[in-house]
Nanobody, 124 residues
Framework: QAQLVESGGGLVQPGGSMRLSCVASGLTFDSSEIAWFRQAPGKERARVSCGVRRPDFTYYADSVKGRFTIVRDNAKNTVYLQMNNLRREDTAVYYC?????????????????WGQGIQVTVSA
């Protein structure tokens, strides 16, 4: 059974940095697409970044471009989301999601596996 486990969340001040990790098991990691989503209170789950299988096709939401970077380490079956210059509006539960086939659908229903989610709070 495939499993995704996120780590690295917590509380950070505005302007600070944080790195989230997503460790995958039970799936063919190097042929799976991994995405990061987030869900703020009262809002729908939204795609933040995706596309580590092909760096030239990497996607970032407009709100995080230039601040977030997605990185893949196939040797560790891990995908990282480096978040810099964090803002209060980045506060959300962050999820990693895996897809067995190629592509980065915008909707959560396009992914086969999900992590349990991890809280990121940006506050002074």
């Amino acid at each position: 059974q495939a499993q995704l486990v996120e780590s690295g969340g917590g509380l950070v001040q505005p302007g600070g940095s944080m790195r989230l990790s997503c460790v995958a098991s039970g799936l063919t990691f190097d042929s799976s697409e991994i995405a990061w989503f987030r869900q703020a209170p009262g809002k729908e789950r939204a795609r933040v970044s995706c596309g580590v299988r092909r760096p030239d096709f990497t996607y970032y939401a407009d709100s995080v471009k230039g601040r977030f970077t997605i990185v893949r380490d196939n040797a560790k079956n891990t995908v990282y989301l480096q978040m810099n210059n964090l803002r209060r509006e980045d506060t959300a539960v962050y999820y990693c999601a895996a897809r067995r086939s190629y592509g980065c659908p915008i909707f959560p229903t396009g992914y086969d596996y999900w992590g349990q989610g991890i809280q990121v709070t940006v506050s002074a």
